[in-house]
């Protein structure tokens, strides 16, 4: 059995996208909760199992950033993984209040808000 990943993508507190990714069976299950394709999580791109990293890597800084290892290192990991690092931040970006959550968390927006501004983002 291969490993399953269940994800949610949301637009401060609009859900927008559910995502359910099966590695071992090589499937990704896809419910959007808009038909405003701005907000969905993939809009028209067709999704397979490589643009998933695609999308968390568009989440979180890159990993050609000039102190990626110094930011690494700030989250205790040793190698790049866009997956591990939008766990850490929630996929937060200075640039909008998307944000998501992960199987296994309880956070809402307002969980999110306060951690965008202990972490100084602007919205």
Same mark, same amino acid.
């Given at each position: 059995?291969? =490993?399953?990943?269940? /994800?949610?993508?949301?637009?401060?507190?609009?859900?927008?996208?559910?995502?359910?990714?099966?590695?071992?069976?090589?499937?990704?299950?896809?419910?959007?909760?808009?038909?405003?394709?701005?907000?969905?999580? /993939?809009? =028209?791109?067709?999704?397979?199992?490589?643009?998933?990293?695609?999308?968390?890597?568009?989440?979180? /800084?890159?990993?050609?950033?000039?102190?990626?290892?110094?930011?690494?290192?700030?989250?205790? /990991?040793?190698?790049?993984?866009?997956?591990?690092?939008?766990?850490?931040?929630?996929?937060?970006?200075?640039?909008?209040?998307?944000?998501?959550?992960?199987?296994?968390?309880?956070?809402?927006?307002?969980?999110?808000?306060?951690? =965008?501004?202990?972490?100084?983002?602007?919205?």
């Amino acid at each position: 059995m291969g =490993r399953v990943l269940k /994800f949610e993508y949301w637009y401060g507190d609009k859900l927008c996208t559910s995502v359910f990714v099966d590695y071992g069976k090589q499937s990704i299950e896809i419910k959007n909760f808009t038909d405003d394709i701005i907000l969905q999580a /993939f809009g =028209r791109r067709k999704v397979v199992i490589e643009t998933i990293d695609e999308f968390f890597r568009e989440r979180v /800084f890159p990993e050609t950033r000039v102190d990626c290892k110094k930011l690494l290192a700030q989250f205790g /990991f040793k190698n790049y993984d866009a997956e591990s690092i939008a766990r850490k931040t929630h996929g937060i970006l200075f640039s909008d209040i998307f944000w998501l959550r992960f199987d296994d968390e309880c956070l809402n927006w307002n969980d999110i808000k306060k951690f =965008r501004k202990e972490e100084g983002f602007c919205y």
